[in-house]
């Protein structure tokens, strides 16, 4: 069984710029997390979708938005990147049903974004 | 909120030794508990977690937590530590309510293993 994928694995972009990160969760899970890791402030939570919906939000800016397709596959857009962006970004794919043992969650390998 | 306090950022021990990883949450209600770990440029890799049930809870590689509920803790211990155990690793809540999938995390602790 095929594991989170996350594309592409590292990335370089400019002050300004916008980036979009994609993510395949595991087969039959309908549930993907986002998060972003940095030295500084560690893992925070971006969003959760499930079923094409976004069911939960963290605290981060409008620059920070995703959106969920009919097969699961994710994505994570951030415009006008900014120097603090630069993060490993994860993803985690869960079947999601609800509150349960469900929520065990799986993560991908990350994309490294780096802002210059 | 919800949140996560990992005791020490940097642990270090002997090949062999007692392994412990301090974590506690700070919630009225028990929420999910999680331990992760983090190899260098790698994703999040489930060791274990409490739900409900038994409080203490086995996971893989040697890894076992108990859940305290007095004590607001769920400490992760190993009795041998081994080289290939050097990582980083992260206790993590999720929220009962609203939280679905969503997952707290603390700032983790980094074990180094020495010969």
């Known amino acids: 069984k095929a594991g989170v994928t996350q594309t592409p694995r590292y990335l370089i972009k400019t002050r300004g710029q916008q980036v979009t990160l994609s993510c395949s969760p595991i087969?039959?899970?309908?549930?993907v997390s986002w998060y972003q890791q940095t030295p500084g402030q560690g893992l925070q939570f971006l969003f959760e979708?499930?079923?094409?919906?976004?069911?939960n939000k963290g605290n981060f800016p409008g620059r920070f938005s995703g959106r969920q397709f009919s097969n699961s596959r994710s994505e994570m857009n951030v415009s006008t990147l900014e120097l603090g962006d630069s993060a490993l970004y994860l993803c985690?794919?869960?079947?999601?049903?609800?509150?349960?043992?469900?929520?065990?969650?799986?993560f991908g390998q990350g994309t490294r974004l780096t802002v210059v | 909120a919800q949140s996560v306090t990992q005791l020490g950022s940097h642990v270090s021990v002997s090949e062999g030794a007692l392994v412990l990883l301090r974590c506690n949450y700070s919630?009225?209600?028990?929420?999910?508990l999680f331990w992760y770990v983090q190899y260098p440029n790698q994703g999040l890799q489930l060791l274990l977690k409490?739900?409900?049930?038994?409080?203490l809870v086995k996971g893989i590689n040697g890894f076992e937590a108990e859940f305290k509920k007095s004590e607001t803790s769920f400490h992760l211990t190993k009795p041998s530590a081994h080289m290939s155990d050097a990582a980083e690793y992260f206790c993590?809540?999720?929220?009962?309510?609203?939280?679905?999938?969503?997952?707290?995390f603390g700032a983790g602790t980094r074990l180094a293993v020495h010969p």
């Open positions: 409490y739900t409900t049930g038994a409080t």
């Open positions: 993590a809540v999720s929220p009962l309510s609203g939280g679905y999938n969503k997952l707290i």
């Open positions: 087969s039959g899970h309908r549930s």
């Open positions: 985690a794919s869960s079947l999601g049903q609800a509150r349960g043992v469900n929520t065990e969650a799986f």
């Open positions: 979708y499930f079923s094409e919906t976004q069911r």
């Open positions: 919630s009225s209600v028990p929420p999910y």
